[in-house]
């Protein structure tokens, strides 16, 4: 039997804490932070995440503003308005919720959002200081991950981790992180030949990667430590899976995360902690 590690009940323990803590800003500060979403469309799960941002801010007491627009706004509208916002002294965090309608580059809206305000930690600069390893606001995902790993007494130093998942949100920054942690990190991708020989290698194999249940029992050896980023659809039963397949490989995994109520409430958890981050860097 693995230990699970439920990111909804360390995040709700976090939040918590942030609620406390931010309970105490408007009088030390005159206010509480500012977080400001941007919704482009009407893409479903796209509004569940902006719904479920709104909700954490609610929670931590964070004033929260999601600003809707249509998915016929022009890439030059998006932009003008993200400027409007990094000019705005009463807002301390922007996020814009991704993924863009195929017209509006997001590389564009990720660099017009002031490094200051990058809530996500998306931005080059904050991408360049992570990899520099200088102070930054780190992408929330991956810093939820090392939270978890943290909060159940996973040792890191030392460690092979592999990470199957190349992408700039969560594959890379994790890796990064988990090389900061002083692992042994090596990461896969759709490309690498012989997947099983290294993941059955790791003694923590984070996925991410966007295929349901992708990693099976053969996959990993026994002991190892599992973080499921995956959110997929399973296409037999309709319902919210990882890219592990949990039935499979908890068995095997000394520690393991569930999907949903893993990964999902600590990255929002982040989000939650890099705006107030970024509201008392300016106070
Ligand atoms: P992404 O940008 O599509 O990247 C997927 C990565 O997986 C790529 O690097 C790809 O390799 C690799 N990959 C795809 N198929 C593979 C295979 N058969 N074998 C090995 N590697 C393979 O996805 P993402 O944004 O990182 O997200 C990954 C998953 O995490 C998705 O399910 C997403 O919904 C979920 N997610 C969850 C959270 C959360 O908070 N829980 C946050 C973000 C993302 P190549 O580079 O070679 O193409």
């Given at each position: 039997m693995a230990k699970i590690i439920s990111g909804k009940e360390l995040s709700a323990k976090l939040k918590a804490d942030m609620a406390a803590q931010v309970a105490e800003f408007p009088e030390k500060y005159g206010r509480v932070p500012h977080l400001v979403v941007i919704l482009v469309g009407d893409n479903p799960a796209s509004v569940s995440y902006v719904t479920g941002k709104a909700k954490a801010s609610e929670t931590v007491g964070i004033k929260n503003t999601t600003i809707r627009k249509p998915e016929t706004i022009s890439e030059e509208e998006l932009l003008s308005l993200i400027r409007e916002l990094n000019e705005d002294?009463?807002?301390d965090g922007i996020l814009v919720q991704l993924?863009?309608?195929?017209?509006?580059?997001e590389s564009k809206v990720i660099e017009t959002i002031s490094k200051a305000k990058d809530v996500d930690g998306f931005h080059p600069l904050n991408v360049a200081a992570l990899w520099q390893k200088e102070d930054c606001v780190l992408p929330c995902t991956p810093k939820g991950i090392i939270k978890m790993l943290k909060a159940a007494g996973?040792?890191?130093?030392g460690k092979r981790a592999v990470v199957i998942g190349r992408s700039n949100i969560v594959g890379l920054p994790v890796a990064k992180l988990l090389l900061d942690e002083n692992a042994t990190v090596t990461i896969a991708h759709s490309r690498t030949e012989n997947l099983a020989e290294l993941t059955r290698q790791a003694e923590i194999l984070v996925v991410a990667i966007?295929?349901?249940?992708?990693?099976?029992?053969?996959?990993v050896s026994e002991g190892t430590v599992v973080i499921d980023v995956g959110v997929n659809r399973?296409?037999?039963?309709?319902k919210l899976c990882g890219d592990v397949d949990y039935a499979e490989v908890e068995p095997k995994a000394s520690v393991i995360t569930p999907v949903?109520?893993?990964?999902g409430p600590m990255t929002i958890c982040c989000l939650m902690e890099n705006t107030i981050e970024c509201f008392l860097a300016k106070h």
């Open positions: 002294d009463s807002v993924p863009l309608p195929k017209h509006i580059s996973v040792g890191i130093k966007g295929r349901p249940k992708f990693v099976t029992a053969d996959m399973d296409a037999e039963t309709g949903p109520g893993g990964v």
